[in-house]
C-alpha cells in the first residue's frame, strides 16, 4: 500500500559470486571414453550485485573484491541516477545491507530510497536470485574459462544481453515462488 501511496518503483536486488571452477551442465565424450573438461585449475571469481524490476529493469554491478557497505551504498546511488519515482528496494539480510554506514546513507536519501527486508533464509522469494541461475545455467556455465578477465568479459556480456531483454527479466517474476511480486 505505501508503494501505491508514494508511486515508489519496487526492486528486488542481490548479490552473487560467480568462480572458475563452478560450471553448469553436462558434457559427452565417445562410448566407452570418460568425458574429460579441460580447465586451467587456476581459482578466481568475480562479485556481482544486481537489482530488477518487474518492468523487466535491470541494473548491475561487477565488483573487485568484497561486496561491502561502501561497495552497496556505491550500488545504491547508481541505482538512483535517473530515477524518476521513489525506489522501494528489497534485499536479504546480508550483514552488508544491514551496515550502519548503509543505514545512514539512506537516511540521508530517505526521500528517494527505501530498503525493505525479506523473511531470514528466503532467498527463492527474490526475483533477483534467477539472474544468478540464469548467468551460472544458461550463460557461462558451460564455457570453458582460461583466465579472470575473459571470466568476467562473458559475465558483463551475458548481463548486457539480459539488461536488452526486458521480457526475460520479467519472466523472473512468473517462477512459483516469485509470482507473488508480478
Known amino acids: 500500500m505505501e508503494a501505491l501511496k508514494r508511486k515508489a518503483d519496487i526492486w528486488f ?12 551442465g553436462t558434457t559427452w565424450a565417445p562410448r566407452g571414453r570418460t568425458p574429460i573438461v579441460s580447465t586451467t ?10 537489482a530488477v524490476s518487474r518492468r523487466g529493469d535491470f541494473r548491475f554491478m561487477a565488483v573487485e573484491g568484497r561486496v561491502t ?10 541505482l538512483l ?3 524518476p519515482r521513489v525506489v522501494f528496494l528489497i534485499v536479504d539480510g546480508h550483514p552488508t ?29 527474490n526475483p533477483d536470485e534467477l539472474v544468478w541461475n540464469d548467468l551460472k ?4 556455465g558451460r564455457m570453458p574459462i582460461g583466465t579472470k578477465e575473459n571470466l568476467k568479459r562473458d559475465i558483463l556480456s551475458h548481463l548486457r544481453s539480459l539488461q536488452k531483454t ?10 512459483p515462488t516469485t509470482a507473488y511480486a508480478a
Open 13 to 24: 536486488a542481490d548479490e552473487a559470486g560467480v568462480r572458475s571452477d563452478a560450471h553448469a
Open 41 to 50: 585449475g587456476a581459482r578466481f571469481g568475480v562479485n556481482l550485485i544486481s
Open 69 to 78: 557497505g561502501a561497495v552497496f551504498i556505491d550500488f545504491l546511488k547508481r
Open 81 to 83: 541516477v535517473h530515477a
Open 97 to 125: 545491507h544491514k551496515a550502519v554506514m548503509v543505514r545512514k546513507y539512506v537516511e540521508t536519501v530517505s526521500d528517494k530510497l527505501r530498503l525493505f527486508f525479506f523473511p531470514p533464509y528466503s532467498p527463492e522469494l
Open 137 to 140: 545455467n544458461n550463460g557461462i
Open 166 to 175: 526486458p521480457l526475460r527479466i520479467q519472466s523472473f517474476f512468473l517462477a
